[in-house]
Protein backbone atom coordinates (compact mmCIF):
# COMPACT_ATOMS: atom_id res chain seq x y z
CA UNK A 1 0.00 0.00 0.00
CA UNK A 2 1.49 3.53 -0.97
CA UNK A 3 1.05 5.77 2.12
CA UNK A 4 1.88 9.10 3.28
CA UNK A 5 2.41 10.31 6.51
CA UNK A 6 2.12 13.90 7.56
CA UNK A 7 3.90 15.16 11.07
CA UNK A 8 7.35 12.62 11.96
CA UNK A 9 6.88 13.48 15.72
CA UNK A 10 6.42 10.70 17.76
CA UNK A 11 3.28 9.01 16.76
CA UNK A 12 4.45 9.77 12.90
CA UNK A 13 7.94 8.16 13.40
CA UNK A 14 6.50 5.28 15.33
CA UNK A 15 3.77 4.87 12.55
CA UNK A 16 6.69 4.74 10.35
CA UNK A 17 8.69 2.34 11.69
CA UNK A 18 5.77 0.01 11.74
CA UNK A 19 4.29 0.44 8.64
CA UNK A 20 8.21 -0.04 6.66
CA UNK A 21 8.83 -3.35 8.65
CA UNK A 22 5.40 -4.57 7.27
CA UNK A 23 6.20 -3.42 3.96
CA UNK A 24 4.40 -0.59 2.56
CA UNK A 25 5.23 2.19 0.41
CA UNK A 26 5.81 5.83 2.25
CA UNK A 27 6.72 8.79 1.83
CA UNK A 28 7.07 11.06 5.19
CA UNK A 29 6.39 14.86 4.86
CA UNK A 30 7.32 17.67 7.83
CA UNK A 31 8.85 20.95 8.10
CA UNK A 32 11.85 19.63 10.08
CA UNK A 33 14.91 18.51 7.36
CA UNK A 34 16.49 16.68 10.38
CA UNK A 35 13.72 14.41 11.80
CA UNK A 36 13.13 13.58 8.07
CA UNK A 37 16.64 12.46 7.40
CA UNK A 38 17.37 10.48 10.62
CA UNK A 39 13.95 8.66 9.56
CA UNK A 40 14.69 8.07 5.88
CA UNK A 41 18.65 6.36 7.20
CA UNK A 42 17.09 4.49 9.87
CA UNK A 43 13.90 2.88 7.34
CA UNK A 44 13.37 2.47 3.84
CA UNK A 45 10.91 5.51 2.61
CA UNK A 46 10.74 8.52 0.69
CA UNK A 47 10.68 12.17 2.37
CA UNK A 48 9.00 15.65 0.97
CA UNK A 49 10.35 18.47 3.06
CA UNK A 50 7.06 20.87 3.54
CA UNK A 51 3.76 21.55 5.05
CA UNK A 52 0.99 18.60 4.79
CA UNK A 53 -1.31 21.98 3.75
CA UNK A 54 0.24 22.63 0.83
CA UNK A 55 -1.36 20.95 -2.91
CA UNK A 56 2.13 21.33 -4.47
CA UNK A 57 4.31 19.70 -1.10
CA UNK A 58 1.39 16.67 -1.66
CA UNK A 59 1.55 16.36 -5.61
CA UNK A 60 5.57 16.06 -4.81
CA UNK A 61 4.40 13.21 -2.19
CA UNK A 62 2.59 11.91 -4.90
CA UNK A 63 -0.46 12.04 -3.29
CA UNK A 64 -2.29 11.29 -7.03
CA UNK A 65 -1.29 7.88 -6.66
CA UNK A 66 -1.10 7.21 -2.76
CA UNK A 67 -3.86 4.41 -1.37
CA UNK A 68 -3.83 6.19 2.23
CA UNK A 69 -2.52 10.24 4.10
CA UNK A 70 -2.19 10.43 7.75
CA UNK A 71 -1.76 13.37 9.17
CA UNK A 72 -0.39 12.94 12.62
CA UNK A 73 1.03 16.55 13.04
CA UNK A 74 0.91 18.57 16.81
CA UNK A 75 -1.80 20.83 15.48
CA UNK A 76 -5.45 19.28 14.65
CA UNK A 77 -6.19 22.08 11.94
CA UNK A 78 -3.20 21.08 9.72
CA UNK A 79 -4.43 17.42 10.21
CA UNK A 80 -7.88 18.14 9.21
CA UNK A 81 -6.69 20.24 6.42
CA UNK A 82 -4.18 17.76 5.09
CA UNK A 83 -6.76 15.21 5.08
CA UNK A 84 -9.46 17.44 3.05
CA UNK A 85 -6.72 18.64 0.22
CA UNK A 86 -5.81 14.73 -0.31
CA UNK A 87 -9.31 13.45 -0.37
CA UNK A 88 -9.96 16.40 -2.89
CA UNK A 89 -6.47 15.75 -4.78
CA UNK A 90 -6.80 11.42 -5.02
CA UNK A 91 -9.88 10.73 -3.39
CA UNK A 92 -7.38 8.47 -1.67
CA UNK A 93 -8.34 7.15 2.07
CA UNK A 94 -7.71 9.89 4.98
CA UNK A 95 -6.96 9.66 8.79
CA UNK A 96 -6.71 12.44 10.86
CA UNK A 97 -5.63 12.69 14.64
CA UNK A 98 -7.73 15.51 16.56
CA UNK A 99 -6.71 15.70 20.15
CA UNK A 100 -8.45 19.19 21.43
CA UNK A 101 -11.05 18.36 23.86
CA UNK A 102 -13.33 21.29 22.00
CA UNK A 103 -13.43 19.20 19.18
CA UNK A 104 -14.47 15.38 20.80
CA UNK A 105 -18.38 15.75 20.20
CA UNK A 106 -17.87 16.92 16.41
CA UNK A 107 -15.79 14.43 15.43
CA UNK A 108 -18.70 12.15 14.31
CA UNK A 109 -19.31 15.79 12.29
CA UNK A 110 -15.99 15.91 11.14
CA UNK A 111 -15.27 12.39 9.85
CA UNK A 112 -18.90 12.27 7.83
CA UNK A 113 -19.22 16.04 6.22
CA UNK A 114 -14.96 16.05 5.36
CA UNK A 115 -15.07 12.75 3.85
CA UNK A 116 -12.52 11.57 6.14
CA UNK A 117 -11.85 7.93 6.93
CA UNK A 118 -11.39 7.76 10.22
CA UNK A 119 -10.55 10.54 13.01
CA UNK A 120 -8.44 9.54 16.05
CA UNK A 121 -8.17 11.11 19.66
CA UNK A 122 -4.99 9.22 21.11
CA UNK A 123 -5.36 10.68 24.82
CA UNK A 124 -8.94 9.82 24.32
CA UNK A 125 -8.45 6.68 23.51
CA UNK A 126 -5.68 6.30 26.22
CA UNK A 127 -8.54 7.65 28.92
CA UNK A 128 -11.21 5.01 27.80
CA UNK A 129 -8.35 2.42 28.30
CA UNK A 130 -7.46 3.60 31.35
CA UNK A 131 -11.11 3.95 32.58
CA UNK A 132 -12.04 0.24 32.24
CA UNK A 133 -8.78 -0.48 33.85
CA UNK A 134 -9.77 1.03 36.78
CA UNK A 135 -13.18 -0.09 36.50
CA UNK A 136 -11.47 -4.05 36.88
CA UNK A 137 -9.31 -3.64 39.40
CA UNK A 138 -8.48 -6.84 38.70
CA UNK A 139 -7.67 -6.72 35.57
CA UNK A 140 -3.76 -6.56 34.03
CA UNK A 141 -5.41 -5.18 30.83
CA UNK A 142 -9.01 -5.00 29.42
CA UNK A 143 -9.23 -4.94 25.16
CA UNK A 144 -12.90 -4.42 23.45
CA UNK A 145 -14.08 -5.74 20.33
CA UNK A 146 -17.36 -4.52 18.41
CA UNK A 147 -17.93 -1.43 19.35
CA UNK A 148 -17.25 -2.60 23.74
CA UNK A 149 -20.08 -5.15 23.51
CA UNK A 150 -17.09 -7.57 23.97
CA UNK A 151 -14.68 -7.31 26.81
CA UNK A 152 -11.43 -9.45 27.21
CA UNK A 153 -9.33 -9.06 30.06
CA UNK A 154 -6.11 -10.34 30.98
CA UNK A 155 -6.02 -11.37 34.42
CA UNK A 156 -3.10 -13.20 37.11
CA UNK A 157 -4.37 -15.65 38.26
CA UNK A 158 -3.31 -15.28 42.21
CA UNK A 159 -1.51 -17.37 45.05
CA UNK A 160 -4.25 -20.49 46.19
CA UNK A 161 -6.60 -19.62 43.76
CA UNK A 162 -9.41 -22.35 42.76
CA UNK A 163 -8.15 -21.69 39.42
CA UNK A 164 -4.68 -23.18 40.24
CA UNK A 165 -4.11 -26.88 39.24
CA UNK A 166 -7.45 -26.68 37.19
CA UNK A 167 -7.66 -28.07 33.72
CA UNK A 168 -9.49 -25.77 31.50
CA UNK A 169 -12.38 -28.05 30.83
CA UNK A 170 -12.87 -27.95 34.32
CA UNK A 171 -13.64 -24.41 35.02
CA UNK A 172 -17.19 -23.77 33.87
CA UNK A 173 -18.58 -26.97 35.40
CA UNK A 174 -16.95 -26.15 38.93
CA UNK A 175 -16.95 -22.39 39.21
CA UNK A 176 -20.72 -22.57 37.68
CA UNK A 177 -19.77 -19.96 35.07
CA UNK A 178 -20.11 -18.89 31.59
CA UNK A 179 -16.51 -18.40 30.94
CA UNK A 180 -14.34 -18.54 27.64
CA UNK A 181 -10.54 -18.86 28.79
CA UNK A 182 -9.32 -17.74 25.13
CA UNK A 183 -5.13 -17.82 25.83
CA UNK A 184 -2.42 -18.62 28.76
CA UNK A 185 1.08 -16.09 29.26
CA UNK A 186 3.58 -18.69 30.94
CA UNK A 187 7.01 -18.25 31.48
CA UNK A 188 7.24 -16.41 28.52
CA UNK A 189 5.21 -18.61 26.01
CA UNK A 190 1.78 -18.03 25.25
CA UNK A 191 -0.75 -20.94 25.21
CA UNK A 192 -3.78 -21.39 23.10
CA UNK A 193 -5.33 -23.74 25.55
CA UNK A 194 -6.96 -27.33 25.22
CA UNK A 195 -9.47 -28.52 27.39
CA UNK A 196 -6.65 -30.73 29.01
CA UNK A 197 -4.45 -27.95 29.87
CA UNK A 198 -3.22 -27.15 33.61
CA UNK A 199 -3.86 -23.60 35.05
CA UNK A 200 -1.06 -22.43 37.42
CA UNK A 201 -0.46 -20.46 39.72
CA UNK A 202 1.03 -16.58 38.09
CA UNK A 203 -0.04 -17.51 34.88
CA UNK A 204 -1.39 -14.77 32.85
CA UNK A 205 -4.67 -15.81 31.47
CA UNK A 206 -6.91 -13.74 29.05
CA UNK A 207 -10.86 -14.25 29.21
CA UNK A 208 -13.90 -13.32 28.26
CA UNK A 209 -16.62 -13.34 30.69
CA UNK A 210 -20.32 -12.04 30.44
CA UNK A 211 -20.75 -8.98 32.15
CA UNK A 212 -23.39 -9.75 35.09
CA UNK A 213 -20.45 -12.84 36.04
CA UNK A 214 -17.71 -10.84 35.92
CA UNK A 215 -17.90 -9.85 40.17
CA UNK A 216 -18.58 -13.48 40.91
CA UNK A 217 -15.83 -15.07 38.86
CA UNK A 218 -13.41 -12.58 40.44
CA UNK A 219 -14.90 -13.29 43.75
CA UNK A 220 -14.47 -17.30 43.10
CA UNK A 221 -11.29 -17.36 41.84
CA UNK A 222 -9.79 -15.39 44.65
CA UNK A 223 -9.11 -11.51 42.79
CA UNK A 224 -9.95 -8.43 44.19
CA UNK A 225 -13.85 -6.93 43.28
CA UNK A 226 -13.99 -4.10 46.18
CA UNK A 227 -15.66 -1.33 43.28
CA UNK A 228 -13.28 2.08 42.59
CA UNK A 229 -15.06 4.93 44.41
CA UNK A 230 -12.38 7.79 44.22
CA UNK A 231 -8.99 7.93 42.10
CA UNK A 232 -5.85 10.09 41.69
CA UNK A 233 -4.55 11.66 38.96
CA UNK A 234 -0.90 13.12 38.72
CA UNK A 235 -0.41 15.56 35.75
CA UNK A 236 -3.14 17.50 34.20
CA UNK A 237 -2.53 17.10 30.69
CA UNK A 238 -5.38 16.16 27.96
CA UNK A 239 -5.29 12.37 29.08
CA UNK A 240 -6.24 13.44 32.40
CA UNK A 241 -8.95 15.89 31.50
CA UNK A 242 -10.73 13.04 29.18
CA UNK A 243 -10.05 10.42 32.54
CA UNK A 244 -11.69 12.11 34.82
CA UNK A 245 -14.70 13.33 32.87
CA UNK A 246 -14.61 9.70 31.79
CA UNK A 247 -14.76 8.33 35.84
CA UNK A 248 -16.70 11.69 36.76
CA UNK A 249 -19.78 10.23 34.46
CA UNK A 250 -19.38 6.68 35.95
CA UNK A 251 -19.67 8.49 39.72
CA UNK A 252 -16.26 7.88 40.57
CA UNK A 253 -14.86 10.89 43.14
CA UNK A 254 -11.47 12.26 40.99
CA UNK A 255 -8.89 14.62 42.63
CA UNK A 256 -6.38 15.71 40.37
CA UNK A 257 -2.57 17.66 41.19
CA UNK A 258 -0.94 19.77 38.59
CA UNK A 259 1.31 22.04 39.22
CA UNK A 260 0.71 24.55 36.80
CA UNK A 261 -1.66 27.68 37.67
CA UNK A 262 -2.97 28.37 34.85
CA UNK A 263 -3.75 24.53 33.87
CA UNK A 264 -5.14 24.11 37.42
CA UNK A 265 -7.61 27.28 36.56
CA UNK A 266 -8.81 25.16 33.13
CA UNK A 267 -9.61 22.10 34.90
CA UNK A 268 -11.39 23.74 37.47
CA UNK A 269 -13.53 25.64 34.78
CA UNK A 270 -13.84 22.25 32.42
CA UNK A 271 -14.57 19.91 35.47
CA UNK A 272 -16.67 21.63 37.99
CA UNK A 273 -16.67 18.30 40.01
CA UNK A 274 -13.22 17.01 40.41
CA UNK A 275 -10.67 18.30 43.16
CA UNK A 276 -7.95 20.17 41.65
CA UNK A 277 -4.54 20.56 43.35
CA UNK A 278 -1.98 23.05 42.76
CA UNK A 279 1.20 21.16 43.29
CA UNK A 280 4.44 18.78 42.70
CA UNK A 281 2.95 15.60 42.53
CA UNK A 282 6.17 14.25 43.25
CA UNK A 283 6.07 15.67 46.49
CA UNK A 284 5.65 13.10 49.47
CA UNK A 285 4.17 15.59 51.91
CA UNK A 286 1.79 16.92 49.33
CA UNK A 287 0.96 13.09 48.73
CA UNK A 288 0.46 12.36 52.01
CA UNK A 289 -1.23 15.84 52.98
CA UNK A 290 -3.78 14.83 50.26
CA UNK A 291 -4.41 11.47 51.37
CA UNK A 292 -3.13 9.17 48.66
CA UNK A 293 -3.21 5.97 49.99
CA UNK A 294 -7.32 6.96 50.80
CA UNK A 295 -7.99 6.83 46.78
CA UNK A 296 -9.09 3.44 45.53
CA UNK A 297 -6.84 4.21 42.45
CA UNK A 298 -3.94 6.13 41.16
CA UNK A 299 -3.04 7.27 37.96
CA UNK A 300 0.52 8.60 36.89
CA UNK A 301 0.22 10.99 33.84
CA UNK A 302 2.97 13.65 34.20
CA UNK A 303 5.12 14.38 31.07
CA UNK A 304 8.13 13.20 32.77
CA UNK A 305 8.02 9.11 32.42
CA UNK A 306 10.54 8.51 35.29
CA UNK A 307 8.31 11.10 37.92
CA UNK A 308 5.58 8.72 36.56
CA UNK A 309 7.63 5.89 37.68
CA UNK A 310 8.79 6.59 41.25
CA UNK A 311 5.62 8.24 42.40
CA UNK A 312 4.09 4.77 40.69
CA UNK A 313 6.08 2.89 42.98
CA UNK A 314 5.54 5.08 45.96
CA UNK A 315 1.46 4.66 45.35
CA UNK A 316 2.29 0.69 45.39
CA UNK A 317 4.48 0.62 49.09
CA UNK A 318 1.23 2.52 50.19
CA UNK A 319 -1.03 -0.31 49.10
CA UNK A 320 -3.16 1.09 46.85
CA UNK A 321 -6.15 -0.76 45.28
CA UNK A 322 -4.78 -0.20 41.19
CA UNK A 323 -1.74 2.10 40.10
CA UNK A 324 -1.88 2.90 36.58
CA UNK A 325 1.68 4.61 34.56
CA UNK A 326 1.80 6.37 31.34
CA UNK A 327 4.81 5.76 29.75
CA UNK A 328 6.21 7.47 26.89
CA UNK A 329 9.78 5.69 25.91
CA UNK A 330 9.17 1.83 24.46
CA UNK A 331 11.77 1.15 26.68
CA UNK A 332 10.66 1.83 30.39
CA UNK A 333 7.61 -0.60 29.81
CA UNK A 334 8.93 -3.55 30.26
CA UNK A 335 11.25 -2.32 33.26
CA UNK A 336 7.55 -1.12 34.60
CA UNK A 337 6.21 -4.64 34.27
CA UNK A 338 8.68 -6.19 35.49
CA UNK A 339 8.53 -4.38 38.92
CA UNK A 340 4.74 -4.77 39.32
CA UNK A 341 3.20 -1.60 37.71
Do not use: W
Amino acid sequence: MRIIIVGCGKVGSELAGQLSAAGHDLTLIDLSERRLDELSNTYDLATVKGSGTSYHILREAGVQDTDLLIAVTTHDEINLLSCLIARKASGCHAIARVRDPEYVSDLGFIRDELGISMVINPELSTARVVSRLIRFPSAIRVSTFARGRIELLDLKIPHESRLDGMAVCEVNPLLRTDVLLCMVRRDGQTYIPKGDFILRENDNITVIIPRHEQNEFFEKVGLPVKRISSAMLVGGGKISYFLAKILLDSGIAVKIIENKLERCEALSEMLPHATIICGDGTDQELLESERMSAADAFVALTDRDEDNLIISLYAMQQGMHKVVTKCNRQNYTGIARAVGL
